[in-house]
T-cell receptor, first 110, second 112 residues
Framework: NAGVTQTPKFQVLKTGQSMTLQCAQD?????MSWYRQDPGMGLRLIHY???????DQGEVPNGYNVSRSTTEDFPLRLLSAAPSQTSVYFC?????????FGEGSRLTVL | KQEVTQIPAALSVPEGENLVLNCSFT??????LQWFRQDPGKGLTSLLL?????REQTSGRLNASLDKSSGRSTLYIAASQPGDSATYLC???????????FGSGTRLSIRP
């Protein structure tokens, strides 16, 4: 049972480039979410989804897009990366309220 | 505004001590509260989940309590060990856990 899988683990981008962080879960969880973790800021919710076809904004959604075409996958898209988006990104899923996290994706934007 | 606060930000204690980590939240209309452990460079590992109707949960040497009326939760660690050194985060779930807010964490160091 893989749980929550994030790819890539590390990525370096130049300002203005686009990329997608992938997140997949194999626990049939309806709820999935993306967080970013910055020193001194804790984890901040970017976007979340309560089921396929349903997404909503979290605390810091600007600069990020998401979609949820299947229960298993919840990709996070950066359309035009900025240095302020340098962070560690975590994907999480939940079935009955307990959150399960992926290992994280460390993104650096130069 | 819904906020979650963890104090202290860092704590260092000698091995064998019992200790308490604190989490406070401003909106008491919670759905659940979860405690996590995070090791450096790693993801978050769930320790305990308390539903809003519960007062406490226990797992091994860990005990988490919840007092909604005062907006507080505590994580009690008994007989601490160096392997307990990590950052501990609490997360409060609202609106059937569709909105989850994290505290900034307490960085715990257990001295051998």
């Amino acid at each position: 049972n893989a749980g929550v899988t994030q790819t890539p683990k590390f990525q370096v981008l130049k300002t203005g480039q686009s990329m997608t962080l992938q997140c997949a879960q194999d626990m049939n969880h309806e709820y999935m979410s993306w967080y970013r973790q910055d020193p001194g800021m804790g984890l901040r919710l970017i976007h979340y989804s309560v089921g396929a076809g349903i997404t909503d904004q979290g605390e810091v959604p600007n600069g990020y897009n998401v979609s949820r075409s299947t229960t298993e996958d919840f990709p996070l898209r950066l359309l035009s990366a900025a240095p302020s988006q340098t962070s560690v990104y975590f994907c999480a899923s939940a079935g009955t309220g307990e959150l399960f996290f992926g290992e994280g994706s460390r993104l650096t934007v130069l | 505004k819904q906020e979650v606060t963890q104090i202290p930000a860092a704590l260092s204690v000698p091995e064998g001590e019992n200790l308490v980590l604190n989490c406070s939240f401003t909106d008491s209309a919670i759905y659940n509260l979860q405690w996590f452990r995070q090791d450096p460079g790693k993801g978050l590992t769930s320790l305990l989940l308390i539903q809003s109707s519960q007062r406490e949960q226990t797992s091994g040497r860990l005990n988490a309590s919840l007092d909604k009326s005062s907006g507080r939760s505590t994580l009690y660690i008994a007989a601490s060990q160096p392997g307990d050194s990590a950052t501990y985060l609490c997360a409060v779930g609202y609106s059937s856990a569709s909105k989850i807010i994290f505290g900034s964490g307490t960085r715990l160091s257990i001295r051998p």
